[in-house]
């Protein structure tokens, strides 16, 4: 009986094809974050919003003064509250801390990421009466944009009874 040592060319070209295959589908995904980066604000938004929303149903009491929006600056590629008492303030120079709300965050600018309500431009707010149902630029619903330069948009859609969920062209 001969004692052979090593693998037979069927082995070897059997685990070639195996790490090959992983190699096209498992490298891309170390290339880089940035295209999924849209994605990722896509559903950071949708978090911002939906607590927002939550919070206009809680807090129905109008005497309490709190304010129930998201502003999107149109200097910088953010959003958020710049004061939950002041309505009022939405002026997109936002107030230091104004980040510390859940609602809002900012882009890292190295993303390209842009945010706009119905194609318009910024600055402009999204709002949330004690039913859910949005108001402000978004009254009667919309469709906010997450673009990145060179990819398709990715939409979230604010139908006019409150819904709040992603929209994906084809």
Same mark, same amino acid.
């Given at each position: 009986m001969?004692?052979?040592?090593?693998?037979?060319l069927?082995?070897l070209?059997?685990?070639i094809?195996?790490?090959s295959?992983?190699?096209?589908?498992v490298?891309?995904k170390?290339?880089g974050?940035?295209s &999924?980066?849209? +994605?990722? +604000? $896509?559903a950071?938004?949708?978090?911002?919003?939906?607590?927002?929303? #939550?919070?206009?149903?809680? #807090?129905?009491?109008?005497?309490?003064g &709190?304010? +129930?929006?998201i502003?999107?600056?149109d200097v =910088?590629? $953010?959003?958020?509250?710049?004061?939950?008492?002041? *309505?009022?303030?939405t002026?997109?120079?936002f107030?230091?801390?104004?980040?510390?709300?859940?609602?809002? +965050?900012?882009v890292?600018?190295r &993303?390209q990421?842009t945010f706009?309500i119905?194609?318009?431009?910024?600055?402009?707010?999204?709002?949330?009466?004690?039913?859910? $149902?949005?108001? =402000?630029s *978004?009254?009667g619903?919309?469709k906010?944009?997450v673009?990145?330069?060179?990819e398709k948009?990715l939409?979230?859609?604010?139908? =006019?009874?409150?819904?709040i969920h992603v929209?994906?062209?084809?």
């Open positions: 001969v004692n052979s040592k090593g693998f037979t069927i082995e070209i059997v685990v094809i195996l790490i295959i992983l190699a096209v589908s490298a891309p170390f290339d974050t940035s &999924y980066e849209a +994605h990722t +604000h $896509r950071q938004l949708i978090s911002a919003l939906r607590l927002t929303q #939550q919070r206009a149903m809680q #807090q129905t009491n109008t005497a309490d &709190y304010c +129930h929006q502003v999107f600056d =910088e590629s $953010r959003y958020g509250i710049p004061n939950r008492i002041d *309505c009022t303030q002026d997109p120079v107030l230091p801390g104004w980040q510390a709300d859940a609602t809002g +965050h900012t890292d600018s &993303y990421i706009n119905d194609g318009q431009d910024n600055p402009q707010t999204v709002g949330f009466d004690w039913m859910g $149902r949005p108001t =402000e *978004c009254d619903g919309c906010i944009n673009i990145r330069p060179g948009s939409i979230i859609t604010i139908e =006019e009874e409150g819904y929209f994906d062209l084809p």
